[in-house]
């Protein structure tokens, strides 16, 4: 059954706190609809997820809702459970990682952690089925790394470095898995992966996954270093092992998620600071400059311009959120930025317009009312309440320093 809607989250977005109030309603629906609040048995999906801890801590942040912030670290408490064991319907039980119940709970991603789809994986034996992959369980790369970061931004929300050493420990544990190749040749890396991370379940390699690599390594070394946390793994090896992947690499998309993919990264970068080994300042440019060439082509399409029922609402709530990221980074470097950086951000505010668009569009019942919503409602609903109120996603705050 689908929750009744609250009425506020139709209303015109027209001001901070009724953008506020509306993604507080979708993040209260979420908890009541996925066993979070109250607690029950409920339905775990890794990329959700993340999107929702971090959600949590907006609205902590932002309208001083401790509850909030309990639900936050509570999520990711529930995921490391459901996520970090084999499925139900599975021959194998316990962990992924194969440790006890007392070590698993110290170290609870070790093994990794599923997507949480709807079948189970693909076994050996089993033949490739591109139709049938798309709803099978595994790891996928991406929603690892968004993992890493919804827990390095409960870490430094709550001042827990555990919460970065997990992240840390899902990062060494990934990149061990997915990444590949001989000496001297071109490292690559696997799309999917097998739950138990032993096989790889679609060998071909995502577009931007040593990019978020790269880029997510790098601030969970920043966190690491801000907490004072000396525990857990140093990712140096795993930075320079993106990193050599990303040279001659086209990330430029005219996918509207990839092209937010692209604009939150770039964003990240410009905080993180002036670590790793490929110049800080020319990425973030290059990043940006991928961006403005898939929006240039992707208003060329019209896709903004199909009726509800032929469009999917979270890939594009992951461009307005990316066009988020860019209003961001335009405020913290307008003043100072390069000629440039001034020229892509420009470029980038010339769309500003797709952002209240799709935002517009999406939270108006009417359009909440189409299979295409109500199919993928946990994940809509989450990412229009990160649109509405993105910081928590999107900003790095301060790490207090213990």
């Not at 076994?123 to 996928?140: A, I, K, M, N």
């Not at 992966?193 to 390594?217: A, N």
């Not at 961006?291 to 208003?299: D, N, P, S």
Request: with cysteine.
């Amino acid at each position: 059954m689908i929750a009744q809607r609250s009425p506020g989250v139709g209303a015109r977005m027209d001001s901070r706190g009724s953008r506020a109030e509306a993604a507080a309603a979708l993040m209260a629906r979420f908890a009541e609809r996925t066993g979070l609040a109250p607690i029950a048995e409920g339905r775990r999906y890794l990329w959700t997820d993340a999107f929702a801890v971090c959600n949590y801590i907006s609205l902590a942040r932002s309208t001083g809702d401790a509850h909030a912030g309990e639900l936050a670290l509570e999520l990711v408490d529930r995921v490391h459970h459901a996520l970090g064991r084999h499925r139900h319907d599975d021959r194998r039980h316990g962990r992924i990682s194969g440790l006890g119940e007392l070590e698993g709970d110290a170290h609870p991603t070790l093994g990794g952690l599923r997507i949480g789809k709807d079948l189970p994986e693909r076994t050996r034996h089993e033949p490739f089925d591109e139709s049938l992959e798309w709803d099978r369980d595994g790891q996928y790369f991406h929603y690892l790394t968004k993992w890493m970061h919804a827990l390095d931004q409960a870490s430094r929300f709550a001042g827990r470095p555990e919460l970065n050493v997990w992240a840390r420990e899902l990062a060494r544990v990934a990149h061990g898995a997915f990444c590949y190749g001989l000496p001297g040749d071109r490292r690559r890396m696997y799309w999917k992966m097998s739950i138990d991370l032993t096989h790889p379940q679609v060998r071909t390699m995502g577009q931007h996954d040593p990019l978020d690599g790269y880029i997510t390594c790098l601030q969970l070394e920043a966190t690491a270093s801000a907490l004072g946390a000396p525990n857990g793994p140093d990712l140096d090896a795993e930075v320079a092992d993106f990193a050599s992947m990303l040279p001659g690499l086209n990330l430029a998309t005219v996918d509207a998620l990839g092209i937010g993919g692209l604009l939150v990264d770039a964003y990240r970068t410009a905080q993180i600071g002036p670590r790793g080994p490929l110049p800080r300042d020319a990425l973030v440019d290059s990043l940006l400059g991928a961006a403005v060439a898939g929006l240039e082509q992707y208003a060329h399409l019209r896709e903004l311009h199909e009726p509800a029922e032929h469009r999917l609402a979270f890939r594009e709530l992951g461009l307005a959120i990316g066009l988020h990221a860019a209003t961001l980074l335009r405020d913290d470097t307008e003043a100072g930025a390069r000629p440039g950086r001034r020229a892509w951000l420009d470029a980038l505010r010339r769309h500003d317009h797709l952002r209240t668009e799709i935002e517009a569009f999406w939270v108006e019942p009417a359009h909440q009312r189409v299979p295409s919503w109500e199919e993928h409602l946990d994940i809509n609903e989450v990412m229009l309440a990160t649109s509405l109120m993105p910081t928590g996603f999107l900003r790095l705050e301060p790490a207090p320093k213990l």
